[in-house]
Nanobody, 124 residues
Framework: QVQLVESGGGLVQAGGSLRLSCAASGTIFSIIAMGWYRQAPGKQRELVAN??????????NYAESVKGRFTISRDNAKNTVFLQMSTLKPEDTAVYYCDANLKERQLGPTYRYWGRGTQVTVSS
């Protein structure tokens, strides 16, 4: 079993910054990708950013709405992914969820796990 625990959410004024962290723990052989999603009230969960691959050859994806403002990064040694959020806007208000696609064993299947979410509120 694997657990993802997010931290770093909170209340911030528009234009401010927050840094989210998500640490994966448990039986992990390799992490293929980690990412951040968000869900605002009454809206569907949407991708914010993800990071995939290993070593120097990793890739990232960002939602158009956060490009240039958010940066995703990963600490492979600690199985942790970060989301640095800058120039926050009220429309960034949502519950932010971490996800990970990983293998628990070398020859085993790929599983997807989710964290419980952390609230980010941006006041105008």
């Amino acid at each position: 079993q694997v657990q993802l625990v997010e931290s770093g959410g909170g209340l911030v004024q528009a234009g401010g910054s927050l840094r989210l962290s998500c640490a994966a723990s448990g039986t992990i052989f390799s992490i293929i990708a980690m990412g951040w999603y968000r869900q605002a009230p009454g809206k569907q969960r949407e991708l914010v950013a993800n990071i995939f691959g290993g070593g120097p050859n990793y890739g990232t994806n960002y939602a158009e709405s956060v490009k240039g403002r958010f940066t995703i990064s990963r600490d492979n040694a600690k199985n942790t992914v970060f989301l640095q959020m800058s120039t926050l806007k009220p429309e960034d208000t949502a519950v932010y969820y971490c996800d990970a696609n990983l293998k628990e064993r070398q020859l085993g299947p790929t599983y997807r796990y989710w964290g419980r979410g952390t609230q980010v509120t941006v006041s105008s």
